[in-house]
């Protein structure tokens, strides 16, 4: 199995950008898949983007599309996620995880992740 641990949270002002990383260590990170979800106080976990275990398909949630990107760097280890043009709303505990399998609808399932890192705080705001 993998291990996974999130960095690069931080606070910014609406409209900012980061950059959160996933370093992952362990046996299999070509056949798994990763997605990020986020937490934030008082609501229940959201996916958030969702990456195939080659890289060549993904998907984000409508909340954050055209904003947010996913990415990963198999020979690093290493899975990003790119936000731009944050909002209030988007303030939250951001998790990184890993899965079996990918399909579309995989932020839906986040029964069907494991090795959830500890998370890194974003807050956005003025």
């Known amino acids: 199995q993998l291990q996974l641990v999130e960095s690069g949270g931080g606070s910014v002002q609406p409209g900012g950008s980061l950059r959160l990383s996933c370093g992952i260590s362990?046996?299999?990170?070509?056949?798994?898949?990763i997605g990020w979800f986020r937490q934030a106080p008082g609501k229940e976990r959201e996916g958030v983007c969702a990456?195939?275990?080659?890289?060549?398909?993904?998907n984000c949630a409508d909340s954050v599309a055209g904003r947010f990107r996913i990415s990963r760097d198999n020979a690093l280890k290493m899975a990003y996620l790119l936000m731009d043009n944050l909002e209030p709303g988007d303030t939250a505990v951001y998790y990184c995880?890993?899965?079996?399998?990918?399909?579309?609808?995989?932020?839906?399932?986040?029964?069907?992740?494991?090795?959830w890192g500890q998370g890194t705080q974003v807050t956005v705001s003025s």
């Open positions: 362990g046996v299999g990170l070509e056949t798994q898949a």
């Open positions: 990456i195939s275990a080659s890289g060549d398909a993904s």
């Open positions: 995880a890993a899965s079996n399998f990918y399909m579309s609808n995989i932020l839906f399932r986040p029964f069907d992740f494991y090795s």
